[in-house]
């Protein structure tokens, strides 16, 4: 089970073709050993959750030795400025009056 992800008795049952009381006993079960705690999904229904915080290491790191490592998205520049910026306050006049006639 993913860390943070919400789990119901019927989702599981249906997706492992279990009977729904066998899916309860189960969590219940986990419940009881504290790997899962009661939540609630986005449909405000009853719902189990993983204690885990974080994700299990990779086969590959069992010891956890490297950080988990995220990514930022950068976007590429559009636009380009050349010459020389005249008349840039009477352009930022002419939207800001455009602008103040669309919020009328």
């Known amino acids: 089970m993913r860390a943070g992800r919400a789990y119901t008795a019927s989702n599981l049952a249906r997706l492992h073709g279990a009977s729904l009381d ?9 419940v009881a050993e504290g790997k899962l705690r009661p939540c609630y999904n986005a449909r405000r229904e009853q719902a189990f959750c993983s204690t885990r915080e974080e994700p299990s290491p990779a086969p590959d790191d069992a010891d956890g030795s490297t950080q988990l490592l995220t990514t930022v998205a950068t976007f590429p520049v559009t636009r380009r400025v050349e010459g020389s910026l005249t008349d840039y306050g009477r352009l930022i006049d002419a939207h800001r009056a455009l602008a103040m006639l669309a919020r009328r």
Do not use: G, K, M
Request: charged share 20%; proline share 0%.
């Open 22 to 30: 066998a899916s309860n006993s189960a969590l219940r079960e986990l």
